[in-house]
């Protein structure tokens, strides 16, 4: 029998598209950690921020909790509807609404999926510059929700620096219309950033206006070859001195055969332990041999043991594929994912306490690591080895993960560099935020919210 709830909403916001079977709650209700079961009560696709509005005001008179959907590409359970909630997809509003040659901006509404946005920055000649692998399925409003970071936030930072203005719908059902793309705005709070970040807890991201700028340099790919995590960021320092990075990453060997185990080419005829992809700008002959100068340095010190430069498009490519494969290449293994982040200065001693926490702690497990390395920001992924059972594993995990926590409070680092909190690291946040900014967010929450019907759950319980 049909829920009368539906009936309702459908009653309320009339023509509102909706989707009730179970392939469609099983698909919508999950992202992509697949921890939990899919149990929202009906799917809502608004096409209209009107749309939006009305299902948020039927929400609150009903008392149904709404979960904001994007691409479901969360790695921290933040899109999950596990518990009879309603999911607002956005994923038709994907549109772009206007172009702004002046201010350059471009706004856009928030279903609108990332590699879109950026074809359609390309389109007047500019780029939209914050890009990670989910590109393909992941939506602007999601990253703005996340505050997504990803492989380019060396050079331009995290998705919060490109937002000009936003339009939310809070929990309480008022539209607001967040700095209107002002480049100076000193009149008060700023919403608009509160907002970015905040997973969905305070209000639904309808609209975005983002900042675009000029393309890079023309820039090539380097995949070096390293000897040890103690070098990693003499490398980095540098490579940083003489080079303008686009990018600096860098993975390990189990990371690597995963990724050669999911089809791509080996880059050398030799295996090493840890490498790094770093994109340059390489316009010119000075900018070719510093690159060249900073590799024999390396090389010298002992410090690099290999390398390779890309000398096309394609090969560039190639070599983004050995790190940007790695999620997709691990999937299979479900794994229990850390996404930390400590001060860059702190990294060599953090590096140092963790791996020898790690190699204590997960003697039986695989673990994987990489990560955007030049922003302080580590992915340690534990894989969950065949046979054993999902709850097993997981809490051997969480039981680590207490006190990586601790090792990162000590160094006053963050449980989620740029995944957000969601339900995975929901009880870490106390190692990562003091009582008295908790308890803000909960009063914050309340204000926008006040029947707590956005997102449940997620962040911190009610
Ligand atoms: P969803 O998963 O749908 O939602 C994420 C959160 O945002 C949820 O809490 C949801 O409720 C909320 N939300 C979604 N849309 C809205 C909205 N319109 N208004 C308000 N709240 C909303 N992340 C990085 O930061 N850096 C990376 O390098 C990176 N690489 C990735 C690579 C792969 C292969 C994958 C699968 C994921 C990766 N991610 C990365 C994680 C993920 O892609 C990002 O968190 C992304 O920003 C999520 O966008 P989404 O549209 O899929 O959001
Ligand atoms: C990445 O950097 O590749 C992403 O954050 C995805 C992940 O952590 O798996
Ligand atoms: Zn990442």
């Not at 909706?18 to 899919?38: F, I, N, Q, S, V």
């Amino acid at each position: 029998m049909t829920d009368p709830r539906i009936a309702s909403l459908e009653r309320a916001v009339h023509g509102l598209r909706l989707k009730t079977d179970p392939a469609d709650l099983e698909h919508y209700g999950r992202d992509w950690t697949r921890r939990w079961t899919p149990a929202p009560l009906a799917i809502a696709l608004p096409a209209s921020v009107a749309e939006v509005q009305a299902v948020v005001q039927w929400a609150n008179a009903e008392g149904v909790a709404v979960v904001p959907s994007g691409g479901r590409t969360g790695l921290s359970g933040g899109a999950v509807a596990a518990n009879g909630e309603l999911v607002l997809s956005l994923e038709r509003m994907n549109q772009v609404l206007d172009f702004n040659a002046v201010d350059r901006t471009l706004t856009v509404q928030a279903g609108m999926v990332l590699e879109a946005v950026h074809n359609a920055a390309l389109e007047q000649g500019l780029i939209y510059p914050v890009d990670f692998a989910a590109r393909g399925s992941c939506s602007i409003g999601g990253n703005i929700a996340t505050n997504a970071g990803g492989i380019r936030v060396i050079r331009y930072g995290n998705t919060r620096e490109w937002i000009a203005g936003l339009k939310v719908v809070t929990g309480a059902g008022e539209v607001l219309d967040l700095n209107r793309a002002l480049v100076k705005n000193s009149s008060g709070y700023d919403f608009r950033q509160l907002l970015v970040g905040s997973e969905g807890t305070l209000g639904i991201v309808v609209e975005a206006t983002l900042r675009l700028t000029e393309p890079p340099p023309p820039a090539n790919v380097m995949l070096l070859a390293l000897p040890s995590f103690e070098v990693l960021m003499q490398v980095f320092s540098a490579f940083r001195a003489r080079l303008r990075l686009e990018a600096f990453e860098f993975f390990t060997d189990r990371a690597l055969g995963h990724v050669l185990a999911h089809g791509a080419q080996a880059p050398f005829d030799q295996v090493y332990p840890f490498y790094v992809v770093t994109e340059y700008a390489a316009g010119d002959d000075a900018q070719e041999a510093a690159a060249l100068a900073a590799f024999e340095d390396c090389m010298t010190q002992g410090w690099v043991l290999d390398g390779v430069i890309s000398q096309s498009e394609a090969q560039a490519q190639q070599l983004w594929r050995l790190r940007e494969g790695i999620t997709e290449a691990v999937a299979r293994y479900k794994p229990y994912k850390n996404d930390i982040s400590v001060r860059i200065s702190a990294m060599p001693a953090f590096l140092e306490r963790t791996q020898a926490l790690l190699g204590e702690a997960y003697p039986d497990f695989e673990v994987v690591w990489f990560g955007h390395i030049g922003d302080g920001n580590l992915h340690i992924n534990v894989l969950k080895p065949d046979g054993y059972g999902d709850a097993e594993f997981i809490t051997a995990c969480e039981h680590v993960t207490k006190l990586l926590a601790q090792v990162l409070s000590e160094f006053e680092g963050s449980i989620s560099a740029e995944h957000g909190i969601g339900l995975v690291k929901k009880p870490y946040l106390e190692g990562t935020r003091s009582a008295a900014e908790i308890a803000l967010m909960r009063g914050v929450k309340q204000v926008f919210d006040p029947k707590g019907l956005l997102n449940p759950g997620k962040l911190f319980d009610a």
